[in-house]
């Protein structure tokens, strides 16, 4: 840890952040009852699904009987594409976003101006939290694009007043000299190519003392206290974790305070239930279990009881900074097999999908990622099958090379493709496994 | 006129080739010619075997990948220029050479080559037409 850096913070919004635990319910049960009442009246997918479980907006008559509300899966948010879930007409929409689908098409969200204003809110907060003030120097090396990371964060660090640098993702001998001829204090990046710029920096012979680097704000991929610790000697800085997905929001939906032990969820936009993963039923605090969130400020989509398929738990007990608002532990893992590559979520069903362009039923495959140095790479193995099988060379290679492309195109993601002999995938219990992740977090 | 050769997929590693050769061996099915393509990841055996119908059958018993091909023997003359007076024929009347080799050499004055063709009919008129002697099934099989 940087000797500059200190353990506490600015609390940005003490109101909320620090707002007893019994005044925060009543604010989310009131604000529950609004979104499911809007749900109801702007979203027939939704207002089908309560009908279908004999539920109505009057049913919920306290905050814990929002476990009676049916759950929204990313599924549904792709049966309506693109705009089925809108509650708002476009012409109040100022932003449009998007992340991978389980299959071709993306997830679109949406913000309506009042959405923007909560969201960069919820953004500065974490990033204060994280020790970010209007003195600093943040370097962006998220990608700026549909992904929500880019912009989110690059609104959020605006909005403390920092100086920014959208540096977007890539070109790390740009990114290093930015770094060094700007003289960036805080960096915003996947943990994944924080650790790449720290070795990259080392390789180059850098010193830390040629940095000016002394935050880094680091999401969307999972990582571990151990990944933390690497990045913050290489590179010399105090690392947080922040946490977010584009269905709910985007990033801020929680972020790690300066004490490093816990995401601060901002409960007065999202309702956290942890619930087990096989039954469904709601799980105490501590318990580790699949994170359900429901959004309670969002105009223009609003969902309820979205099924992120993320592991975590609430960590019990109050923070030492102060800040009242209940933590989450650093996600663990998934719920389904989705894999995150560099900061890209994969579905196997998106390669699922590819395949099938090129025959009635999919030939086995599975998905191998695997670290080489800093860098994750995906491998996808396919089996040659007969129908994809040919004695001559040139169709062979021609077939892997179109393959790779597809599923580059698909995934937005460079793959390895390799053609194998049936059987030879590794199988577990019988059946072949689609997604074997080789990493150590 | 047309010769059956069985193309089998094998992965680049260590002991897939021993393993069909040793497979053909235990079920006496005799190996008449044989080429391997390879790229770094994979590989294209064909082979030219005495009882083609077996040999697919016990290697599908074991999930290797293959498939069946109807290629054409040709005899030349062992002596210097005898593959390009084949070739000439072929090249005059633009026909394309997918891939060829050669037949295990035996100690007589003419020697075997094993062609695929995109059209194998066409082919074989064309051969024949000029000249070439085309190896029946029967004729390979007491190579």
Redesign the interface.
């Known amino acids: 840890m940087n000797a500059l850096a200190t353990t506490s913070s600015q609390i940005r919004s003490p109101e909320v952040e620090c707002l007893p635990a019994a005044a925060m319910r009543e604010l989310q049960y009131e604000r529950l009852r609004r979104q499911v009442d809007i749900a109801w009246k702007k979203l027939p997918y939704y207002r089908a699904k309560m009908e279908a479980a004999g539920i109505a907006p009057g049913d919920i008559r306290c905050l814990e009987d929002c476990r009676l509300l049916p759950l929204t899966l990313k599924d549904d948010l792709r049966d309506t594409y693109p705009y089925g879930a809108f509650a708002v007409p476009l012409k109040e929409v100022v932003r449009l976003h998007a992340s991978t689908g389980t299959t071709g098409k993306p997830t679109v969200v949406g913000y309506t101006r009042g959405d923007m204003e909560n969201w960069t809110e919820v953004v500065a907060r974490f990033l204060v939290a994280g020790g970010l003030t209007d003195d600093d120097i943040v370097q962006i090396a998220f990608g700026y694009g549909l992904f929500t990371g880019g912009f989110g964060l690059h609104y959020g660090c605006e909005r403390v007043g920092a100086t920014v640098i959208p540096a977007s993702s890539g070109n790390t001998e740009k990114q290093l000299m930015l770094m060094q001829d700007l003289g960036t204090t805080a960096l915003v990046c996947t943990p994944t190519y924080a650790v790449f710029l720290g070795e990259s920096l080392q390789r180059e012979g850098l010193e830390l003392a040629d940095l000016k680097l002394r935050y880094g704000f680091f999401g969307g991929e999972f990582w571990t206290d151990a990944i933390r610790a690497k990045i913050e000697s290489l590179l010399g800085i105090t690392a947080t974790d922040n946490y977010g997905l584009s269905e709910v929001v985007g990033p801020g939906v929680s972020g790690e305070c300066l004490q490093q032990n816990g995401l601060h969820v901002s409960e007065d936009h999202f309702l956290f239930e942890i619930v087990d993963p096989e039954t469904l039923e709601p799980l105490p605090d501590g318990e580790v279990g699949e994170v359900i969130i429901t959004p309670l400020t969002k105009e223009a989509i609003p969902v309820i009881r979205y099924r992120t398929r993320d592991i975590t738990r609430i960590i019990p007990g109050e923070c030492a900074c102060g800040r009242t608002t209940r933590r989450m532990q650093k996600v663990t893992g998934r719920t389904d097999d989705m894999l995150i590559v560099r900061g890209v979520n994969i579905f196997p069903s998106q390669v699922e999908e590819v395949l099938l362009q090129f025959q009635d039923t999919a030939p086995h495959y599975q998905l191998i990622c695997t670290r080489q140095g800093a860098m994750d790479q995906l491998e996808v193995q396919v ?4 129908k994809l ?5 040139k169709r ?2 021609q077939l ?1 090379d179109e393959l790779q492309e597809r599923l580059k195109n698909a995934l937005g993601l460079k793959v390895k493709l ?7 995938m590794v199988r577990f219990q019988g059946k072949a496994k689609r997604v074997v992740d080789q990493r150590v977090f | 006129m047309k010769v059956k ?1 069985i ?1 089998i ?3 680049n590693r260590a002991g ?1 080739l021993d393993t069909v050769a040793k497979l053909l061996g235990e079920n006496e099915i005799n190996i008449r010619a044989l080429s391997l ?1 390879d ?1 770094s ?2 590989g ?1 055996l ?1 082979l030219i075997v005495d009882k083609p119908d077996r040999a697919t059958e016990v290697l599908k018993y074991y ?5 069946q ?1 109807d290629v054409v023997a040709v005899e030349v003359p062992d002596t210097p220029g005898g593959l390009a007076s084949v070739l000439d024929v072929l090249s005059n009347a633009k026909v394309n050479v ?2 060829m080799y050669a037949f295990v050499e035996k100690a007589t004055e003419k020697a075997a080559l094993v062609f ?1 063709f995109d059209d194998v009919d066409a082919a074989i008129e064309v051969l024949k037409k000029g000249g070439i002697t085309v190896l029946a099934n029967e004729d390979v099989l007491k190579l």
Do not use: H, K, W
Request: net charge negative; charged share 30%.
């Open positions: 089996e040659a099958s007969e099988f040919s004695d001559q060379m062979m290679t892997r390799t053609l194998v002999e049936p059987g030879s | 050769q193309s997929f094998l992965e897939r393509a790229t990841d994979f294209i064909r999930n290797f990948t293959l498939s091909t997918e891939y695929r």
